[in-house]
């Protein structure tokens, strides 16, 4: 009787025990989902804090994109109105052009058109200016082959009363335009009257005159001999062209970015016609959002309607860039989104438990006495992470279903915390890569010679180059330079690599062969020195082949080293071109230390030409992985073989191009070509 009174209590005590263990563990669980209803009030703020962030840095990588662009427009307008002084102060070493030229730059005809601002300004009075300034036609050319989507016009709009305007577009029966008081003519005069300046002025959007596009117009003053004011040199850049160059916007990316002028315009957005013409149109624009983005302020501001504004002012310019988002849309991005996604994994979690909970209380005794003390732990630690604390690891008890949905939490916690980590990085990262490359870009199109006529008061020779790189920075380079009055240094190189590598290796070898060539020596001697300090920390096992030639321009005389180039092309005396047959053909440089170069030597008779390449231009490969090869390069040199070193240039990239079609690039094309007049001297 004893014993089974025993039993009796003890089998009381038990389930008196199991009870309260049940009435806990669900009462713990409760409180889990509790918790993590408050910590998503608590962190929603939180994490929309962390979503704004992500887009006030895109907007703000958007602004200094865009800066470097309008800084890029302004320099070359400050160019060309230097360009232009220089034509007023060197009179006599420019030629008089009288007869219009056109020039074809990719299929469409570019040329010179003479407007008059009014009736009192006559064509006998101005022959002189316009013949001399028909030379800015050259470095216009230049820069609307690299620009060609995003100039409309280039123009000189002379205090005298007359317009040289270039472009692909001619108006018939206009003689007349009265530029004199036109907006861009005013900035830019009011800028060249406070002192002698070439500094740039931006307009803000305006209907073009003739065409009745909307154009934002960059110009600057440029002066005659004496540094008197003589007029406004210009570009006009339409405003649809501008916004696909400034802004950087995925297909996929939420919101609507668009760019305002200094009085609220908008010029043009990602959203097209839906856009409104002002800010002041939209109807959850308030006073002062309008009046911080007119300020030019850098910010971000929300509207009651539940709209957000982020902006910041684009330099050198009146404009701003701006990014309307709804809170719909903010709360739809990525990372909010996996940050619902988690609170909810982890309240199913927690009611889950609560069902495990009640079904083991129910079980027997010998089950409910097995899974208690897991099921509790688990619990506990579940209850841990949906603190936010996920840092924290459940205890593994034992070898079972209990212990697989531990780990299983454990792996949750990890990959959550990771995501969470990196997943706020890698947009803002990609689009630094992106800039810093487009920078890296810029610097190195910087280093290589780029302004042509190179030489503008050498007569006896033309010198032209190019280089197109396949990817954003390339491992070719070319450059040449003056060792002294007589003697021209001409350099072409590749590479062994692409991308960033290449492009740092490129400008150290650059570097070097210039600076040991201004010492003076031959082709071979200064190649072997270049070479050994190229060999020194070469870890990366990158090597260059280099054509270095140096001319005698009084005699013709050439001596030239290659190490292990592609073979120079000449023209000698009329003929075709031809292969050059060297007898010195030495190996890569930055491949073996203390090498000796050998030197090839040639005379280039008043006529001849050579043209250099890499072989990006050879081995450019078709659809059909069929090669450009040499000969079609010959064939297309003999074609062109009377035109400049420019045209032949141009006429070589252009059958390329036909050539490859839709084939990516897959090396860097880079191209010299340099004709030589002697004492008969060019024209």
Not at 88 to 109: E, F, G, K, M
Not at 414 to 434: A, C, H, N, P, W
Not at 520 to 544: T, W, Y
Request: glycine content about 6%; hydrophobic content about 40%; some cysteine.
């Amino acid at each position: 009787m004893k014993n089974e009174k025993r039993k009796t209590i003890k089998k009381k005590l038990l389930k008196i025990f199991l009870a309260v263990s049940a009435v806990s563990l669900i009462t713990a669980s409760i409180a889990g989902v509790i918790s993590i209803i408050k910590i998503h009030d608590d962190d929603e703020d939180v994490m929309l804090s962390q979503v704004k962030q992500n887009i006030y840095a895109e907007i703000l990588l958007n602004a200094n994109i865009a800066s470097a662009e309008m800084k890029k427009y302004s320099g070359y307008v400050e160019d060309f109105s230097r360009q232009i002084h220089d034509i007023y102060t060197r009179t006599n070493d420019y030629s008089r052009i009288h007869a219009p030229i056109s020039d074809n730059l990719n299929n469409s005809v570019y040329d010179i058109q003479i407007f008059l601002a009014d009736e009192n300004v006559s064509f006998d009075e101005i022959p002189e200016d316009v013949s001399l300034l028909r030379n800015i036609q050259k470095v216009w050319r230049n820069i609307l082959i690299d620009e060609k989507d995003k100039f409309a016009f280039a123009y000189i709009a002379s205090k005298k009363g007359f317009m040289l305007v270039y472009s692909n577009i001619h108006y018939e029966g206009i003689k007349y335009y009265n530029y004199l008081g036109s907006l861009w003519y005013r900035k830019a005069f009011e800028r060249g009257s406070v002192g002698f300046s070439y500094g740039a002025v931006f307009t803000d959007i305006y209907r073009d005159a003739f065409q009745e596009w909307d154009i934002i117009t960059c110009a600057a003053p440029f002066y005659d001999a004496e540094n008197n004011f003589a007029g406004v040199v210009g570009i006009d850049i339409k405003a649809g062209d501008l916004y696909r160059v400034l802004v950087h916007q995925e297909e996929n990316e939420k919101g609507a970015i668009f760019i305002v002028d200094g009085a609220g315009k908008i010029i043009t957005s990602s959203s097209g016609d839906s856009v409104p013409k002002t800010l002041m149109d939209y109807d959850d624009m308030d006073d002062h959002t309008l009046s911080s983005i007119l300020s030019g302020n850098t910010g971000i501001s929300w509207t009651k309607s539940g709209m957000y504004y982020v902006y910041a002012p684009i330099e050198q310019t009146e404009c701003k860039i701006c990014l309307r988002i709804s809170e719909d849309e903010v709360l739809s991005s990525d990372i909010y989104i996996a940050y619902e996604k988690f609170t909810f994994v982890l309240a199913l979690f927690s009611v889950s438990f609560i069902v495990i909970i009640i079904m083991t209380a129910l079980a027997s005794e010998k089950f409910s006495e097995r899974f208690t003390a897991p099921i509790l732990a688990l619990s506990k630690d579940v209850k841990i992470i949906s603190e936010w604390n996920l840092d924290h690891r459940a205890e593994v008890h034992d070898n079972d279903e209990i212990g697989d949905l531990a780990l299983s939490v454990n792996e949750m916690a990890m990959s959550l915390k990771e995501y969470m980590t990196d997943f706020g990085k890698v947009t803002i990262e990609k689009e630094q890569i992106r800039a810093e490359l487009n920078v890296a870009a810029q610097i190195q199109a910087d280093m290589l010679p780029k302004k042509f006529p190179a030489f503008p008061d050498r007569n006896e020779f033309d010198i032209y180059a190019s280089m197109t790189p396949a990817k954003e920075v390339g491992g070719d380079f070319y450059d040449f330079f003056m060792i002294d009055s007589n003697h021209l240094a001409i350099v072409i190189a590749d590479v062994s690599d692409k991308g960033v590598p290449a492009a740092l290796f490129m400008v150290i070898a650059k570097t070097l062969i210039k600076n040991r060539a201004k010492m003076g020596g031959r082709p071979s001697e200064i190649l072997s020195d270049v070479n050994n300090q190229l060999c020194e920390g070469n870890d990366a096992m990158l090597f260059v082949t280099v054509w270095l030639g140096i001319l005698e321009i009084s005699t013709g005389h050439a001596a030239a080293s290659n190490a292990g180039h592609e073979l120079p092309v000449v023209m000698m005396n009329g003929k075709r071109f031809t292969l050059m047959n060297e007898e010195n053909h030495n190996p890569a440089m930055a491949v073996i230390p203390d090498i000796e170069f050998g030197d090839n030597e040639f005379i280039l008779e008043p006529g001849s030409i050579i043209y250099l390449y890499t072989d990006g231009v050879a081995e450019a490969m078709n659809s059909d992985n069929k090669l450009y090869g040499t000969d079609r390069m010959l064939d297309t040199l003999n074609t062109h073989a009377e035109d400049s070193p420019e045209d032949i240039l141009n006429a070589m990239k252009h059958d390329v191009d036909a050539f490859v079609k839709d084939t990516p690039q897959s090396d860097d094309i880079t191209m010299i070509c340099l004709k030589y007049f002697g004492t008969l001297r060019r024209n």
